[in-house]
């Protein structure tokens, strides 16, 4: 018997399909779960709000949460374009769970975030699903550390058709706009580990002028001729895969030898000035921070995934959270699977996987939590008597 269990159903009826889903997670557990999260994907808005509505009454949890998505994950698999649900169930009897939903409101010329809990001493991770049409996720993430130092925070945001057609659920009720998740405290023995799936590419260069998100000179020279003599190198494979993406990696340790994959956070290359020489990239890099440009292909996203759970040292895995992009699945890899099979080899087989297909990734990277894309975000509970 587990503490943690994942379940997958899918066809025309989602609240029937959900239910199946509940009952398999679980199934194998040694007590009824506190903790169960299901994921919808598929059907309009009604249906999958009777399908929460009918996973909530299967579930019998202290707290259950989820979301609607483009795809779900469970039993090993991955599912996308179809409808489909996905459970994950765990027994978690001696944590502290406190579900939250969260509402901006408008003051004066800015927005107020409210609806979060009061932090406590032992907290040890937050788990959060947003609507990305409602609500100010990437500035709540990234200032996320001075209202509750030290907590990271993992999820996904909500995926749907469009504005008001994605919905987010905390134990009985459904909303179209804001978020929703659960503060896990106490004893809970848990790790994070976010896979960006990103390579670098050139070599290390500081940053010497630079503005906001505009980055002027790198290593002294104009960013844009930097960024052409990198090109310029790579085979012509690597050049291919720069045209269709390029991005750049901030160095998480300055004092590091050498940078290399998985020491960056990583964002994309949205823009550049010929008549200025500048890059535009998609976050605040201050002058003096080392960065490195960056490709992503699917052996890059394998080999960054792979590599970071081989190093994990939360052991052994008894159950997990898997929040992978919607550009990951089909999109990169053969099959919708991919993330699913390396963890299942990861942790033995044994652990409990259960997540989604989200527009946007929650997880922290260098001690600090950020919004990613093209990533696989994961939370994996060790059993009782593992270090956090």
């Not at 706009?177 to 050139?202: C, D, K, N, W, Y």
């Not at 040292?313 to 053969?334: Q, T």
């Not at 699977?337 to 297909?357: I, P």
């Not at 946007?360 to 994961?378: D, K, L, M, Q, Y």
Request: hydrophobic fraction near 45%; glycine fraction near 14%; include cysteine.
């Amino acid at each position: 018997m587990a503490r943690f269990g994942d379940g997958l159903a899918f066809g025309p009826d989602l609240a029937e399909a959900a239910e199946t889903a509940v009952r398999q997670a679980r199934a194998e557990l040694t007590e009824p779960p506190d903790l169960v999260c299901v994921f919808v994907s598929g059907g309009d808005t009604d249906a999958i709000e009777a399908a929460a509505r009918r996973a909530h009454e299967a579930a019998g949890a202290r707290v259950f949460l989820g979301c609607s998505a483009a795809g779900v994950i469970g039993a090993g698999r991955g599912i996308e374009g179809q409808g489909a649900v996905s459970a994950w169930a765990g027994v978690l009897p001696d944590a502290r769970l406190t579900p939250f939903r969260l509402e901006t409101l408008k003051a004066e010329d800015r927005l107020v975030v409210v609806g979060m809990p009061e932090a406590n001493e032992d907290d040890v991770v937050g788990v959060l699903l947003a609507d990305p049409y409602s609500f100010p996720i990437d500035a709540f993430v990234e200032r996320s550390g001075e209202a509750m130092p030290g907590l990271p925070l993992v999820g996904g945001l909500a995926d749907g058709p469009g504005r008001g057609m994605t919905r987010v659920f905390v134990n009985g009720e459904q909303f179209d706009e804001g978020a929703v998740g659960v503060v896990l405290g106490g004893e809970v023995h848990a790790a994070t580990v976010v896979s960006q799936g990103a390579r670098p590419i050139g070599p290390d260069m500081v940053v010497t002028k630079a503005d906001e998100n505009v980055l002027y000179e790198l290593a002294g020279a104009p960013a844009l001729s930097k960024l052409e003599e990198v090109v310029l190198g790579l085979t012509p494979d690597e050049q291919e895969l720069a045209g269709r993406g390029l991005l750049i990696g901030v160095a998480m340790d300055e004092y590091a030898d050498r940078h290399e994959q998985g020491d960056f956070l990583v964002r994309g290359v949205v823009g550049a000035d010929t008549d200025t020489g500048a890059i535009s990239i998609g976050d605040v890099v201050d002058v003096g921070r080392t960065v490195r440009f960056q490709v992503r292909d699917a052996a890059a996203a394998e080999h960054d995934l792979a590599e970071l759970l081989d190093r994990f040292d939360l052991a052994p895995v008894e159950g997990a959270l898997l929040f992978s992009c919607n550009g990951r699945g089909r999109a990169m890899f053969p099959d919708s699977d991919h993330d699913a099979r390396v963890l299942h080899r990861a942790f033995g087989g044994a652990a409990g996987v259960g997540g989604f297909f989200a527009a946007g990734e929650i997880g922290p990277v260098g001690g600090r939590n950020h919004v990613h894309g093209f990533t696989a975000s994961i939370l994996a509970f060790g059993a009782a008597g593992d270090d956090q």
